[in-house]
T-cell receptor, first 113, second 113 residues
Framework: ETGVTQTPRHLVMGMTNKKSLKCEQHLGHNAMYWYKQSAKKPLELMFVYSLEERVENNSVPSRFSPECPNSSHLFLHLHTLQPEDSALYLC????????????FGPGTRLTVL | GNSVTQMEGPVTLSEEAFLTINCTYTATGYPSLFWYVQYPGEGLQLLLKATKADDKGSNKGFEATYRKETTSFHLEKGSVQVSDSAVYFCALRVGDQGGKLIFGQGTELSVKP
């Protein structure tokens, strides 16, 4: 595997379910990001992790809970989501949080019923 | 605040036509500017970037020049191909805000044979 991978690629869940999205980067980077891409809206930055510490939480509801156990892996834990949370969730990584180019994964298409 | 505005799509062109996708920005400080491309079913890929005024980014026949006087970073290509059909995102990053990328809403390009 090379680059940034995300699993699953598609996820359908009910509002009472708990699920997790996984991101893995194979680039040796030390910063990782979660973005939300909704139809007809700009990409929204959700979380930034640098050296496994969260450095930014962009006013994201607590039903989204990120976890970064090491510099290669990033999770987004989901619980009691709303239908408006349906979107494409993109993970990205970069060498450094502040200045380096970000590389994106293919995304997880989430549908909340 | 910082923001990016792109021309609305979809843009439909015939193969070998000239492409321009307009992008203007508002930023405090001195941003770096980016174009990302998202092919169907995939994540975002960096297309080109420019880090200071008058820089020209180029890649795969695409070009964009950082124009500070007009706060613009328009994307151009002299002769588009069907394989260029994708959604194009203009983005900026201000150094004092860490790794935060601010995206425009995206412009869908469809190239017909």
């Amino acid at each position: 595997e090379t680059g940034v991978t995300q699993t699953p690629r598609h996820l359908v869940m009910g509002m009472t379910n708990k699920k997790s999205l996984k991101c893995e980067q194979h680039l040796g980077h030390n910063a990782m990001y979660w973005y939300k891409q909704s139809a007809k809206k700009p990409l929204e930055l959700m979380f930034v992790y640098s050296l496994e510490e969260r450095v930014e939480n962009n006013s994201v509801p607590s039903r989204f809970s990120p976890e970064c156990p090491n510099s290669s892996h990033l999770f987004l834990h989901l619980h009691t989501l709303q239908p408006e949370d349906s979107a494409l969730y993109l993970c990205a990584s970069s060498q450094e949080a502040s200045i380096a180019t970000q590389y994106f994964g293919p995304g997880t298409r989430l549908t909340v019923l | 605040g910082n923001s990016v505005t792109q021309m609305e799509g979809p843009v439909t062109l015939s193969e070998e036509a000239f492409l321009t996708i307009n992008c203007t920005y508002t930023a405090t400080g001195y941003p770096s500017l980016f174009w990302y491309v998202q092919y169907p079913g995939e994540g975002l890929q960096l297309l080109l970037k420019a880090t200071k005024a008058d820089d020209k980014g180029s890649n795969k026949g695409f070009e964009a020049t950082y124009r500070k006087e007009t706060t613009s970073f328009h994307l151009e290509k002299g002769s588009v191909q069907v394989s260029d059909s994708a959604v194009y995102f203009c983005a900026l990053r201000v150094g004092d805000q860490g790794g935060k990328l601010i995206f425009g809403q995206g412009t869908e390009l469809s190239v017909k044979p």
